[in-house]
């Protein structure tokens, strides 16, 4: 998961960018970058860590442009290291390009470029993206390139390249700065772009554009190309018949809850999944004294539900801002350390009290069997834990970093889930031997159907239904699977960390 960004027709473009990578933060805290067009130069800063903090004034003296592009990374494919970090810069015709996703046949255009004596220097899966673009670019001339060259290019690109994926890119086009955004035909990752007196910009997040003062103009469709210059018409062309199916973990969790993705307030569906939550649990009949988000994400719902179910809600966390967000920390041993500093409580909140946490998802559980446990050491009389969204039973292969059957904390009790995901019966039958397993007294999921009931239109939910709206066969499924498990191989990955803290 990734943070893209570009902006075009600003004197300070560098320095927006970096404004705007720090609105984009939360999508990766890995490593970040932002890159320029300055003439014949293609000038680009690539560091680790966080962008406000890495990049200073000097850097920024070194971006000069009025086009520039940025990006946050969160490294699904390929490591943490700074080699891997974006933007990536192809010499020929000079292109700049940063993206958020997941290239589902990586290894097939790592093999396909190899042919070509084409040599890769990172494991980036936007590298070979790139790579492709440019070739196809330099087959049509050698320079002096069009928005049509470019246009074709990438039709030619997208035949080839596999997966969920949002870019954006530099070069210079018809002879002027050219900030690219492009989206797979299933528009699975988000993009949005807008305008602010002749200049755009591109962002993975509406509130990027807000920071900045543009005036948010939509999303960049599914299958969508636009070319946008500095005080024009942006060019707005199909690279393939777009069939949106837009992943609704963004609105689970990943996206912040200011954030406009796909035409709808993330808030506002946040309100939805707990008010349909709610319903779960009138139907199971639970009660509780008093309702308690894990912060931060699941607050909207946890709000929503407590007003359905007319119980008090409370504030029982108090988070410490200045810890990172662990789902997206690098390794388990780091979210389980950083874990202890993140979220301290309230006992008076929680003694003796019959308590209903409300959280977002259950990925690998490890986070929440501490935060169990913690509520446990409050005293309070039962534990009741409610999620707004259904069992996470399938591995993502579009770019959340979920991509392993057996990080799934749901499958130690649903080996084999049915495609479509759970029956009510079988949904139940989890939630009880998983509630066991974490010390509470009931677990409530939302069921997929409640969760469609919010969204009314055509998603990517395969993480909790199975359902892959790119084709996947079993062989990339194993190639993609087994390229996350190296990868935490390196970092100390250990399954023993899911539970052992819990007591
Ligand atoms: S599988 Fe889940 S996390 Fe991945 S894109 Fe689909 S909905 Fe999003």
């Known amino acids: 998961m990734c943070g893209i960004v570009g902006i075009v027709g600003s004197r300070e473009a560098s320095r927006e960018v970096l404004i705007a990578l720090q609105a984009v933060q939360h999508r990766g805290q890995d490593s970040c ?8 130069r293609f000038p680009f800063i690539r560091k680790l860590g966080l962008a406000g903090r890495a990049f200073n004034e000097e850097d920024l003296s070194r971006l000069p442009g009025i086009i520039s592009v940025g990006h946050t990374r969160y490294p699904t494919v390929g490591r943490g290291s700074l080699a891997d970090a974006q933007p990536l810069f192809y ?66 690109t997208w035949k080839v390249v596999d997966g969920a994926y949002s870019i954006v890119a530099a070069m210079i086009l018809d002879g002027k700065e050219t900030l690219i955004a492009a989206r797979d035909y299933r528009g699975i990752r988000p993009a949005v772009w807008g305008e602010r007196k002749g200049a755009f910009m ?46 609704i973990f963004e609105q689970i969790y990943f996206a912040r809850p200011d954030s406009n993705v796909e035409g709808r307030s993330v808030y506002s569906q946040r309100l939805a999944l707990g008010r349909a939550l709610a319903g779960e649990l009138v139907e199971k009949g639970i009660q509780a004294e008093v309702v308690i988000p894990i912060p ?19 504030e029982g966390f108090i988070k410490n801002r200045y810890t990172g967000r662990t789902f997206i920390m690098g390794d388990q041993a780091k979210r389980r350390s950083e874990l202890r500093l993140k979220l301290n409580p309230i006992r008076s909140e929680f ?85 066991g397993q974490l010390g509470l007294d009931t677990l409530t999921y939302l069921s997929v159907e409640k969760m469609d009931g919010t969204w009314n239109s055509e998603r990517c939910a395969a993480c909790f239904d199975g359902r892959y ?15 996350r498990r190296s990868g935490r191989d390196q970092r100390q990955f250990d399954l023993r960390f899911r539970f052992i803290d819990a007591g």
């Open 33 to 40: 970058g932002i890159a320029t067009i300055n003439g014949e």
């Open 91 to 156: 010499r020929q015709p000079g292109v700049l390009l940063a993206h958020n996703g997941n290239l589902v046949n990586y290894s097939d255009l790592v093999q396909r470029l190899h042919d070509k004596s084409v040599h890769l220097l990172t494991n980036c899966d936007a590298e070979p993206l790139l790579c492709e673009f440019a070739l196809n670019l330099m087959e049509i001339r050698d320079r002096d390139h069009t928005i049509e060259d470019a246009y074709n290019a990438l039709c030619k």
């Open 202 to 247: 591109v962002a993975s997040e509406s509130p990027a554009l807000d920071a900045l003062g543009f005036k948010a103009r939509g999303d960049i469709e599914a299958g969508e190309v636009i070319f946008f210059q500095a005080g024009k018409q942006p060019v707005r062309k199909k690279i393939a018949p777009g069939d949106p199916a837009p992943c």
């Open 296 to 314: 931060d994400t699941s607050r909207p719902a946890a709000m929503a539900l407590a007003e359905e179910l007319s119980i008090p809600y409370r």
């Open 351 to 435: 003694e003796g009290k019959d308590v209903l946490l409300v959280d977002d998802s259950i990925v690998r559980g490890t986070t929440l069997a501490r935060t169990i446990s913690i509520v446990r050491g409050q005293g309070a009389e039962k534990v009741h834990l409610a999620i707004y969204s259904p069992p996470v039973l399938f591995p993502c292969y579009y770019g959340i970093d979920m991509s392993t059957r057996e990080e799934l904390a749901a499958r130690i009790f649903e080996p084999s889930p049915p495609k479509g995901g759970l029956d009510m019966e079988r949904q139940r039958r989890l939630e009880e031997e998983f509630a």
């Open 469 to 483: 709206p790119i084709p996947l066969s079993e062989e990339k499924k194993k190639a993609i699977e087994n390229d």
